[in-house]
């Protein structure tokens, strides 16, 4: 098996050397008859210089660096000009009252959009509030960056 092997490697590298010597040989040999029928020789193309312009204009055109492959947004010095917005004042929550059942309802007056107290469970989601837990004595109400821990408004106090 092991000699099979090696015939069959050796015949492989001669075939290999033979396709390499006879393509450079028949290159050698090439001619090219003109008009009057003389035979000469093939002139090589000319070697031309490589345009690295080329490879730039490819990068550029199909963003090769960005991860979407499409170009940034433009640039507008307008819009980088121009002053923030102000952040959005924040509600002033007021826990009118709590109905305890099941499930527990919390009463909310204050809620941006809404000119009525809204009554609201857990996991209830209004004007990006969400009502976190419903104790006996508080309610916990999450937003965008706040927390707010409501006890019930007492006036008598």
Same mark, same amino acid.
């Given at each position: 098996m092991a000699r099979v092997m090696t015939i069959g490697a050796w015949l492989l590298a001669a075939s290999g050397v033979l396709s390499v010597v006879g393509s450079a040989a028949g290159s050698l040999t090439s001619r090219v008859s003109d008009a009057q029928g003389v035979r &000469?020789? @093939?002139?090589?193309?000319?070697? /031309?210089? =490589?345009? /690295? %312009?080329?490879?730039?204009?490819?990068?550029?055109?199909?963003? #090769?660096?960005?991860?979407?492959?499409?170009? @940034?947004p433009s =640039? $507008?010095?307008?819009?980088?000009?121009? !002053?923030?917005?102000?952040?959005? @004042?924040?509600p002033t929550l007021v826990l009118s009252g709590i109905v305890w059942g099941d499930p527990p309802l919390a009463i909310l %007056?204050? +809620?941006?959009?809404? %000119?009525? !107290?809204?009554? #609201?469970? /857990?996991? $209830?989601?209004? @004007?990006?509030? &969400?009502?976190r837990r +419903?104790? !006996?004595?508080?309610?916990l109400v999450v937003?965008? $960056? /706040? &927390?707010? &821990?409501l006890t019930v408004r007492e006036p008598w106090r």
């Open positions: &000469t020789l @093939a002139q090589p193309k000319p070697i /031309t210089a =490589y345009q /690295t %312009e080329s490879l730039a204009s490819v990068a550029v055109g199909r963003d #090769l660096f960005r991860a979407d492959r499409r170009p @940034a =640039y $507008d010095p307008g819009r980088a000009s121009a !002053p923030p917005s102000p952040p959005e @004042a924040k %007056e204050g +809620i941006p959009g809404r %000119e009525a !107290p809204q009554v #609201l469970r /857990t996991g $209830d989601f209004i @004007a990006g509030l &969400t009502v +419903i104790e !006996p004595r508080r309610v937003g965008r $960056d /706040t &927390t707010w &821990t």
